[in-house]
């Protein structure tokens, strides 16, 4: 009986028109668009604009945008995650309303929290539910608008993230494509360095909190990349001696978009060459959850049927991750 795996069958994505620059940063902080290039990569970053609109929104476009290039109708998805840590509200879920916003109304969809390593749980957690034969199509949307958390007065966040929205399907494949393994780990620890203070049940919403900028993104720099150097290099690495798979035979790394530094530190680590690491920071930013399926949307037409492909990533909580998959399908 031929194994079944979970494999992704398509990449949909949406991206905010208003490109927020290094250059409009520099009007609002002490920085520049050479110390933002040097030290992160980033050179312009997309922003959600206009009056109601909120996270679902982009999960919304981009699942339909993933409907529509599959040719996968609403009501045959069984199972919508949405990965976020900008939901539109404390309740209901997201998913509840991407899933109402894209038409979704067989399937039952609930929000997964794991910061930028949210991607790879939901992929985690989605395998299971395809490997057991259960379900036949999931979709992962990863939607953040990580504008509505960031102090756009503290420079040492501001320059660092973007608001998108991408989507995959998962279905079931027989022909040894898909997930073969996936390593996924967290430390607790590291919450004291990267969270934000106020708006949960420790410490509720107040005018104290809200004049103390206590919504927004906090975060101690250094210790944040330091864990995410060593954290995501070596968990890839991992993944990959537990695969017997050398850099030969890796056709792409798929890294977390945080930092240059990082996703470069990484891919040393596993040598592999520049060639075969997907970057595209430097034109959104680090769009949290969205950021590795935003790479497989943005190189899709790159990706031959059979590759083996590297995900890794890192995040708040301390969270971190890596997947390792064959590609299913080749792009027409």
Partial sequence: M?????????????????????????TMVDTSDEWIMQRIGIKERRILKGEGLATS????WAVEDLLR????????????????????????????????????????SFDLNAA?????????????????????????????????????????TCPLFGDAAAAVLIEPNTEDLGVYDYINRVDGLGRHHLQIKAG????????????????FLYQEGQAVFKAAVSSMADIAVEIMDKNNITSDDIAWLVPH????RIIEATAKRMKISKEKVMINIQKYGNTTA???????????KQLKKGDNIILAAFGAGFTWGSTYLKWAYDTE
């Fill in 2 to 26: 031929a194994i079944i795996r979970a494999a992704i069958t398509g990449v949909g994505a949406f991206l905010p028109e208003y490109r927020l620059t290094n250059d409009e940063i520099s």
């Fill in 57 to 60: 929104d982009m999960g919304a």
């Fill in 69 to 108: 290039k599959t040719g996968t109708l609403a009501d045959e998805i069984d199972m919508l995650i949405c990965a976020t840590i900008t939901p539109d509200m404390s309740l209901p879920a997201t998913a509840n309303i991407i899933a109402d916003k894209a038409n979704i109304h067989n399937a039952w």
């Fill in 116 to 156: 930028c390593s949210g991607f790879l749980f939901s992929l985690a957690t989605a395998t299971q539910f395809i490997e057991s034969g259960r379900y036949k199509k999931v979709v992962i949307v990863a939607a953040e608008k990580m504008s509505s958390i960031i102090n756009y007065k503290d420079r040492s």
């Fill in 200 to 215: 949960g049940s420790l410490k509720p919403a107040s005018q104290e909190t809200v004049a103390n900028e206590e919504h």
């Fill in 257 to 260: 978009q945080a930092n240059m």
């Fill in 290 to 300: 969205a950021t590795v399926p935003l790479c497989l949307w943005d190189y899709e």
